[in-house]
């Protein structure tokens, strides 16, 4: 995560005493509910410590007595957890086609919930708009809560420079250039901003809230009408160099392929996005072929989408089924590079097609049978994502969430210098 805004603590016993509320409060959202002597056990912290705190996380609502654990005969203990309603956080996804804007609790949990289309041929004054009056709408919904706000997290489908937040590239928006919506949204709100991309965001969800938690090497395969991967490494997410490491859409597997919007020709994600999946339906519509879809569209092979050729597909259509399985081989060769290269004890598939998983898995399971190194392969595991089309929003929250646990009892502020004090 970017460590562009300094922090300003105070002296040394202040500093010790924000480490241990940070290292207990942790402690009870990553392993609670627990008991204060676990929670002495777990982090070295004095009781005597660990029960001040206690008290004054309690008073400031951030956690909740929620009963007694089991005793063997002696006193029985409290247990804590988390408050999750004590703030909450507004996530933004920004796709190729669409916007969804949620207000989430600190587990993760969506509260309310935004969603838009729009035309890209608007151009960017147009996007922007539509995200600042989506994130309006979303903190009207919550009433006399907006006030408990922690920030605002937005995951897109663009390249993000990590240094500074700013969108270097949007694929579909003719005039993106270089902008920061990071500031844009900080200036609008007054509300603390954090900008990232929607595979990363996907990846950082699974590792907080999905399939993912526990597990410290993964990737996740975004599928939609690009192609990303999010990379977690020891518990961290790998963001490369320049921000840019998981375009696992553009691994070029076809140099006499076709053009991408990337510049470049054969890249997985024309073979196997869902983009590149209706456009081969309505070629292959074009030049005649049978197909239960003509039925589907009255004819009109220009409204032929995935959801169409996917229950096609499912009710026999075979042209439909074959577009389909190509489209799992192709991600099957995807998965076995990742595979060799990676050594991940998990891949997990998610993205815009989740419920189409079941349909692609034989394709894929049959490639990555034959061709991934075996050693490997045995300790990869290939599941579906348990947030679906939930990964990318609710990952858009998780920075401003891990700022909160890091120092619960300040308030995160858009100032870049400092944190001031509640």
């Known amino acids: ?33 627990m008991s204060k002597r676990k929670i002495v056990n777990n982090t070295g912290i004095s009781f005597a410590k660990v029960n001040s705190i206690i008290l004054s996380l309690i008073e400031r609502g951030i956690i909740l007595e929620i ?19 004590y703030r909450f956080i507004i996530g933004c996804e920004l796709s190729h086609t669409q916007l969804r804007t949620v207000a989430s609790n600190i587990n993760g949990e969506i509260l309310k919930d935004d969603f838009q289309t729009f035309d890209f041929s608007l151009r960017k004054k147009y996007i922007v708009n539509s995200i600042i009056n989506s994130i309006h709408n979303v903190i009207d919904q919550l009433g006399d809560s907006r006030d408990k706000i922690l920030g605002i997290g937005i995951s897109v489908s663009g390249l993000v420079n990590p240094k500074t937040g700013s969108i270097c590239h ?9 902008w920061s919506i990071e500031e844009i ?37 975004n599928v939609g009408t690009g192609l990303g991967l999010g990379i977690i490494i020891n518990g961290k ?17 076809d140099e006499n392929g076709p053009l991408c919007e990337c510049g470049s020709t054969g890249c997985l994600e024309s073979f196997a996005s869902i ?38 597909a499912i009710h026999g259509d075979k042209l439909s089924y074959s577009i389909i399985d190509e ?31 079941n349909l692609l898995m034989n394709s894929i399971e049959t490639i990555v049978m034959k061709h991934a190194l075996e050693l490997p392969r045995k300790s990869t595991k290939i599941v579906f994502s348990q947030l679906g089309e939930n990964a990318g929003v609710i990952g858009a929250t998780i920075p401003i969430i891990e700022k909160f646990f890091d120092n619960p009892l300040r308030k995160i502020e858009i100032d870049r210098e400092i944190y001031i004090v509640n």
């Open 67 to 85: 009963g007694k654990e089991g005793s063997n005969g002696g006193r029985p203990s409290a247990l804590f957890k988390i408050n999750p309603n």
């Open 275 to 312: 983009k590149a999946v209706v456009h081969k339906a309505k070629e292959m519509l074009k030049r005649g072929v049978i197909s239960s879809l003509n039925n589907a569209t009255e004819g009109n092979n220009e409204f032929v989408n995935f959801k169409m050729i996917y229950d096609a």
């Open 327 to 357: 489209m799992g081989r192709y991600l099957g060769k995807g998965i076995v590079m990742l595979i060799n290269l990676f050594n991940p004890k998990m891949i997990i598939l998610g993205g815009k097609l989740s419920g189409s998983f």
């Open 170 to 178: 949007f694929p579909s928006l003719p005039d993106c250039g270089d």
């Open 1 to 33: 995560m970017r460590q562009n805004k300094k922090q300003y603590y105070g002296g040394s016993q202040t500093l010790l005493r924000q480490r241990n509320i940070a290292m207990v409060v942790k402690n009870i959202n990553q392993k609670g509910p």
């Open 185 to 221: 949204i900080e200036r609008e709100f007054g509300l603390f901003c954090y900008v990232e991309n929607i595979a990363n965001a996907a990846a950082l969800a699974e590792l907080n809230f999905g399939i993912g938690r526990g597990i410290d090497n993964f990737l996740y395969l």
């Open 237 to 253: 997410l790998y963001e490369g160099v320049t921000g840019s490491a998981g375009e696992f859409g553009h691994i070029m597997i």
